[in-house]
């Protein structure tokens, strides 16, 4: 079980990759080990979340969630945390406002799929997110259009990476992002939990 403060120095690259994890799925690994290529990540820090705001529905218990990822999150630069239920932050523009300051030198990357970008002006301080961390977006089968037409899409065009550019993405000041276009997973938790492959699952 992760439990404890993950390690980082100064001047390394670290992406968050925020999420239910109810469960955790191949799709999620699949943008993890993208984001280390393509964006030099020195690690990626899955931040399994108390409760997403916006979803009605609460998720698995959080030991539970946090055991099954770690089954599926078996990478030497990939941490399963709980790093948001030891901070008592579940919005994410305070999560990244307390890892900032609590890891001072460190340059966070937050990654998220195309899905979060079509609603990512509904977050709590939506914009000092976008002004804060760099961000990386994963295409995401029937979320790329969408993404591309999003108020956050639109709002920062001008601060948009091009795909040849995303090494250098970690080191830009922010507000940068890079959507990434990969061969789309359509793994989803909301399929496996369909399924009933999840005891958390309803
Ligand atoms: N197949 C995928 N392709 C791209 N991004 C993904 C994929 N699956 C999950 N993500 C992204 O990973 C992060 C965490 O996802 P989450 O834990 O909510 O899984 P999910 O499959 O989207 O769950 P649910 O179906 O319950 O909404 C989100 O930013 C989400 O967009
Ligand atoms: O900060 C917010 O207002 C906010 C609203 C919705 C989602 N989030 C975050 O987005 C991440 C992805 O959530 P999910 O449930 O789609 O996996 C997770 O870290 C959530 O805490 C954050």
Redesign the pocket.
């Known amino acids: 079980m992760s439990t404890g403060w993950p390690q980082a120095r100064a001047g390394q690259a670290i992406g968050l ?6 469960p ?2 191949e ?2 690994m ?2 993890t080990l993208e984001a280390i290529r393509r964006f030099r990540l020195d690690r990626v820090w899955w931040l399994v979340s108390p409760g ?1 705001p916006l ?1 009605p529905r609460g998720p698995a218990p959080m030991a539970q969630r946090i055991a099954q990822a770690e089954q599926v999150a078996q990478h030497p630069k990939v941490r399963v945390t709980d790093i948001e239920a030891r901070l008592g932050t579940r919005y994410t523009a305070q999560t990244i406002a307390r890892l900032r300051a609590r890891y001072p030198g460190v340059d966070f990357v937050w ?6 970008l079509v609603q990512l002006h509904r977050w709590q301080d939506w914009r000092r997110i976008v002004e804060t961390v760099p961000m990386g977006v ?4 029937g979320d790329r259009l969408a993404a591309r037409l999003s108020q956050a899409a639109r709002v920062y065009r001008g601060a948009r990476l091009p795909m040849h550019a995303a090494e250098g993405l970690a080191r830009a000041p922010a507000p940068a992002w890079c959507f990434v276009n990969l061969p ?8 496996i ?1 369909a399924d009933g492959d999840w005891p958390g699952g309803g």
């Open positions: 990759l925020g999420g239910s994890f109810d955790a799925h799709g999620h699949a943008i997403n979803k990654l998220m799929g195309a899905d979060n994963f295409a995401r089968p789309m997973s359509a793994a989803s938790s909301t399929a939990r």
